[in-house]
């Protein structure tokens, strides 16, 4: 989801988040109902994210979501301070845990998502084998793998259900098999978005893909790519790379020359022109057959290979 206008703001005390608060409150609607002369007609959606790093230099975030309902100033700084202390604590949990792995002088796994494991196949396939070679057991590996976690794979994390991260009493221990295969479906559709804008430009229509199903290649690449963008910069986006990518450049030449609002007007043009040039070779090739198969029918030209060389007269 794509929201106008939305910032993000570094604040050092509560002081700071309560400002923020209020600036934001300024640009609510309100509208009068049968109820309520000043009925809220808009939510407020607040996110305070607290960032700690280690004597390593690893960044562990905490992310907390706050929807806030109609209110006074005393329950809304309430609020904040108990969501503030949460993520703190989160985030001290997090880090106590894993330092408590990596005191030994265990090998230390990678970030993720970072340069060297910008998919989360690689990066799984890596910190098994570090969990191996540590010989951790699935307590261990259940401490170590969120303190690898950055940016949006923690926001992923934070999520997951927490019989699957930690002990719960009348419940199956959790086991680093069982996070593994729950978090698959979830992160491997996702990677590094440098890797992820080189993979989209670099689409081409294969010779034997149609123009549609070209379309929802591209489609499904720059969605996913292009993600955080308003819908018409995404539709922009797709417009150029699919044209870019067409394999026939006659038919690149004669769709550059319209203008597209959206992807489907430009896939609709396209195969249209793709369908009535499909239809000009077949006729060309029915009414010469023998230029179809690649032999020339004009009888004055002779392949000079073959020609019979004149005797000079005596």
């Not at 280690?54 to 969501?83: F, N, Y």
């Not at 230390?108 to 970072?114: H, K, L, N």
């Not at 978090?183 to 559709?189: A, N």
Request: proline fraction near 5%; charge should be negative; include cysteine.
């Amino acid at each position: 989801m794509f929201v106008v206008g939305l910032s993000d703001e570094v604040v050092t005390c509560k002081e700071d988040v309560f400002d923020y608060l209020a600036r934001g409150n300024l640009k609510r609607k309100t509208g009068a109902t049968a109820m309520n002369e000043q009925s809220s007609r808009s939510h407020a959606v607040f996110r305070i994210t607290v960032e700690s790093k280690d004597s390593d230099g690893a960044l562990t975030m905490a992310h907390l979501w706050i929807k806030e309902k109609a209110m006074d100033a005393a329950e809304r700084r309430a609020l904040v301070e108990a969501a503030a202390a949460a993520a703190t604590t989160a985030v001290a949990a997090v880090q106590r845990n894993g330092n408590r792995v990596f005191s030994n002088g265990a090998v230390r796994p990678d970030r993720f998502p970072s340069n060297q494991c910008p998919t989360w196949v690689q990066w799984r396939r890596h910190f098994l084998c570090v969990m191996d070679a540590n010989g951790w057991n699935d307590e261990e590996a259940l401490n170590a793998l969120p303190v690898c976690f950055t940016g949006w794979a923690m926001d992923e994390y934070a999520a997951v259900p927490a019989e699957l991260k930690t002990r719960i009493v009348g419940l199956d221990d959790p086991s680093i098999e069982a996070l593994v295969e729950y978090l698959d479906p979830i992160l491997e559709p996702n990677m590094n978005p440098k890797l992820g804008r080189q993979e989209f430009r670099s689409l081409l229509q294969n010779t034997e893909e149609s123009v549609r199903d070209f379309a929802r290649r591209v489609r499904a690449v720059g969605e996913r790519v292009n993600a955080n963008r308003p819908a018409e910069v995404r539709d922009e986006k797709n417009i150029e790379q699919f044209i870019g990518g067409l394999w026939d450049p006659e038919l690149q030449e004669l769709i550059m020359r319209d203008a597209f609002q959206t992807l489907a007007e430009a896939v609709e043009r396209a195969t249209a022109l793709d369908a009535a040039a499909r239809v000009s070779r077949s006729k060309q090739k029915r009414r010469n057959p023998n230029m179809a198969r690649g032999i020339n029918e004009d009888p004055t030209l002779v392949d000079s290979s073959q020609a019979v060389p004149t005797l000079p007269e005596q």
